[in-house]
T-cell receptor, first 115, second 115 residues
Framework: SAVISQKPSRDICQRGTSLTIQCQVD?????MFWYRQQPGQSLTLIAT?????????ESGFVIDKFPISRPNLTFSTLTVSNMSPEDSSIYLC????????????FGSGTRLTVV | AQSVTQLGSHVSVSEGALVLLRCNYS??????LFWYVQYPNQGLQLLLK??????LVKGINGFEAEFKKSETSFHLTKPSAHMSDAAEYFC?????????????FGSGTQLTVLP
């Protein structure tokens, strides 16, 4: 099945700055997603990353705060903009794998701490 | 809209005892169901999945789950717990081949294995 390389694995950032997280899949995938996991909580979908067009955001998430790019079928980035301590979370990317190995694979996550 | 309910945010079992983690779902279309495990400071690992084939699904590490449409359940079991099973477990539902094809996660169950 597909493997996702996500980086950075962790970072400590100053409030007001931005961080870009990258995910690279080792095969072409039709759909990629970005999730947030706040401390001690489950995963919440931020957006679906659409290849060559604007991402589709879930309620409560906006493009100005979480701009997403997906220039091709194997790569996507999520930027957390103008960060505040409330943005401290784990951010995970995911890809939907079709075919006989149908399922969702996840990156190892980016643990973000905003100080 | 789809949703997942995991009963019991914390479950403790003795080593060698039966593990039972409960998951109930709600979906407007035949669902695809997944169980993931998350070890501390790591990403998500797929344990098993139901995608409309056999209702009893066997996964990795000795886990299995049974899809029961009449009960809208997909409980995760393992006959004999091992210390290495201590982790957070997430049940998730997808309405694929629906339009969104995104995963919706339950709130998670923290499994503790007692010596």
């Amino acid at each position: 099945s597909a493997v996702i390389s996500q980086k950075p694995s962790r970072d400590i950032c100053q409030r007001g700055t931005s961080l870009t997280i990258q995910c690279q899949v080792d095969s072409q995938v039709t759909m990629m997603f970005w999730y947030r996991q706040q401390p001690g909580q489950s995963l919440t979908l931020i957006a679906t990353a659409n290849q060559g067009s604007e991402a589709t955001y879930e309620s409560g998430f906006v493009i100005d705060k979480f701009p997403i790019s997906r220039p091709n079928l194997t790569f996507s980035t999520l930027t957390v903009s103008n960060m505040s301590p409330e943005d401290s979370s784990i951010y995970l990317c995911s890809a939907l794998i079709g075919g006989t190995n149908y399922g969702y694979t996840f990156g190892s996550g980016t643990r973000l701490t905003v100080v | 809209a789809q949703s997942v309910t995991q009963l019991g945010s914390h479950v403790s079992v003795s080593e060698g005892a039966l593990v039972l983690l409960r998951c109930n779902y709600s979906s407007s279309v035949p669902p695809y169901l997944f169980w993931y495990v998350q070890y501390p400071n790591q990403g998500l690992q797929l344990l098993l999945k139901y995608t409309s084939a056999a209702t009893l699904v066997k996964g990795i590490n000795g886990f299995e789950a049974e899809f029961k449409k009449s009960e809208t359940s997909f409980h995760l079991t393992k006959p004999s717990a091992h210390m290495s099973d201590a982790a957070e477990y997430f049940c998730a539902v997808s309405d694929d081949p629906g339009s969104a094809r995104q995963l919706t996660f339950g709130s998670g169950t923290q499994l503790t294995v007692l010596p």
